[in-house]
């Protein structure tokens, strides 16, 4: 069984940064790929960042280059530096396993606008 909270989303200008932290709870966290989510209103939920257990990154092409997926496995945390913020980045961002997902968390919203 695992537990994931997501935090740090919010209200920001475009162009501007966020930083958000996914804390889990369970056993074996350092062997699973782990990705962020986000959904859109009205859009299917799509992963827009993942890193394996060996720490290789990989990005949606919409966020590449803007975003930063990281993780700190002492402390069971995957983290998501969002830059250079779009209003099409509004969404409610979750974290979970990047392959197989498990049940989901109530994630964080960001929301992107002037």
């Known amino acids: 069984q695992v537990q994931l909270v997501e935090s740090g989303g919010g209200l920001v200008q475009p162009g501007g940064s966020l930083r958000l932290s996914c804390a889990a709870s369970g056993s074996f966290f350092s062997i699973h790929a782990m990705g962020w989510y986000r959904q859109a209103p009205g859009k299917q939920r799509e992963l827009v960042a993942a890193?394996?257990?060996?720490?290789?990154?990989n990005y949606t092409d919409s966020v590449k280059g803007r975003f930063t997926i990281s993780r700190d496995n002492a402390e069971k945390m995957v983290y998501l530096q969002m830059n250079s913020l779009k209003p099409e980045d509004t969404a409610v961002y979750y974290c979970?396993?990047?392959?197989?997902?498990?049940?989901w968390g109530q994630g964080t919203l960001v929301t992107v606008s002037s």
């Open positions: 979970n396993h990047a392959t197989r997902p498990g049940a």
């Open positions: 890193i394996t257990a060996g720490y290789t990154t």
